[in-house]
């Protein structure tokens, strides 16, 4: 690996409401996934009005959860959080994969396969996007493993259009297929459910990228959301279609879940007139000390 990149990512959402309101429970997945490749120096959550308990606890895929409960109303809810880590950058990733696995299709070990179990279910079996997936299949019958994944991951970037979407949940793939559009949440699902019907084992990535230009038109300086795959002796790798990116490069993994709606940022409940709610203002800024 290269010299780490000290990074400092700032998240601010703000929930607004025209008059106060209360708060249920609501939890936070901010907190980056401390690894091999990314180091946690320093980080601060800040929650305004302060809640009566904060509770840290790691979920089933053992992403760091904060559980905020409050007392009191208010009209506004403000979250800040500020991480400042190490991001270790492999510059040309050599993934050996398992000799049995460098070409497609193979057969994940008994072990695996029992594991993986919920890592290669679909949630939105079609047939468009079966037919799609098997075009990157070579037509000589030799098709390579990461050659398949790598023309996947750019074609979606080359022929796809990126749409910024703040709203929750994500369009379903033969939507996104269809439409050639979508937000960087509908291609990773794509890919995840394109993949999946190829028998392979995928799991949605959301958190931060670093884009040094701070490009907005391909998600940088906001959340982010992509894939990864499990391809043996190699191990999960990273595949972000949005911006054609095959490894960690510039991506800052928070949550990891075998569906988008277990990795969401930020989720809870508010009790009011329903007219009260204003909106919701997110802010997030990745940069390099």
């Not at 880590?85 to 460098?102: K, M, T, V």
């Not at 799609?132 to 259009?161: C, H, P, Q, V, Y």
């Amino acid at each position: 690996m290269t010299e780490p990149q000290r990074m400092t990512v700032r998240h601010t959402s703000v929930y607004r409401y025209s008059e106060p309101v209360s708060f249920g429970e609501h939890r936070m997945m901010f907190r980056p996934r401390a690894s091999h490749d990314l180091r946690l120096l320093t980080t601060q959550l800040v929650i305004t009005p302060q809640p009566a308990r904060l509770h840290w606890l790691h979920d089933v895929f053992d992403n760091s959860v904060a559980v905020a409960t409050f007392s009191g109303t208010a009209a506004e809810l403000r979250f800040r959080s500020e991480v400042t880590l190490e991001h270790f950058e492999a510059p040309l990733p050599d993934y050996s994969l398992e000799p049995y696995a460098a070409t497609w299709p193979f057969a994940y070990t008994n072990e695996e396969a029992t594991d993986l179990v919920n890592a290669r279910s679909r949630q939105y079996p079609d047939d468009e996007v079966d037919t799609w997936a098997r075009a990157f299949i070579a037509s000589d019958g030799n098709t390579g493993t990461m050659a398949m994944l790598r023309a996947m991951t750019l074609e979606i970037k080359s022929s796809f259009f990126y749409v910024r979407r703040t709203e929750k949940g994500v369009n379903r793939p033969a939507d996104t297929l269809r439409h050639r559009s979508g937000s960087c949440r509908d291609f990773a699902v794509l890919m995840m459910d394109a993949v999946r019907s190829l028998g392979l084992a995928a799991r949605f990535v959301s958190g931060y990228i670093f884009v040094p230009d701070h490009d907005p038109a391909q998600g940088g300086g906001s959340t982010h959301a992509w894939l990864q795959i499990y391809l043996p002796g190699a191990g999960w790798i990273d595949f972000d279609p949005t911006n054609s990116i095959i490894g960690n490069r510039h991506l800052i993994r928070v949550a990891v879940a075998w569906n988008y709606y277990q990795a969401l940022p930020l989720w809870g409940t508010w009790h009011g007139a329903m007219h009260s709610f204003q909106g919701l203002d997110v802010e997030v800024s990745v940069t390099e000390e």
